[in-house]
């Protein structure tokens, strides 16, 4: 499969929008661009109806900006993956995910890793570790924790890191 992803994004919104998009090809997802289901606030976001999955492309810091998207989770019951792109170069996809359950989104931030297989994953940030966050296979379907992470992302984190940023930087994210 080719990852295509229209013209060079050029903005920091531009950036985050393309990386969104090569995230959803990456994990197999069908996604929309314009859905009925969203409010006016989530028109930007990607939605993933076979997954019940809001991606989200985020421009600056993401945790300030849970609270917003946290409410947007809960009024569609939908699990959400904030997507960010770092201002380095290589460039990094940072993401946090939220897993809507019964009311509550849990959350969890990482970032994005493949392996030398090029399964992708979210795995938890080395350099801004929290015990709570999680792994996530990125599979079609539903996203939800792993109980058995890849042995490559326990054992050598930073390979992982540097095929997703290659895949970043071809895909003309840098």
Known sequence: MKYVIPGLPSSEKDRAEAAAILLAQMAGWKFETHSLMLPLEAKDHLVVPAADLLIVPTVGPMRPQRPKVERIARQTRCDVIMVGVSETKPAHLYCIVGIW??????????????????????????????????????????????????????????????????????????
């Open 101 to 174: 359950s019964d009311g509550c989104v849990q959350w969890s931030a990482g970032m994005y890793w493949m392996s030398r297989f090029a399964k992708s994953w979210i795995i938890p940030d080395p350099d801004d570790f929290d015990p709570t966050d999680q792994y996530f296979r990125l599979i079609p379907g539903r996203i939800r924790t792993s109980n058995q992470p890849d042995e490559e992302a326990l054992n050598s984190p930073a390979a992982g890191f540097f095929r997703a940023d290659h895949v970043l930087a071809v895909a003309g994210i840098e």
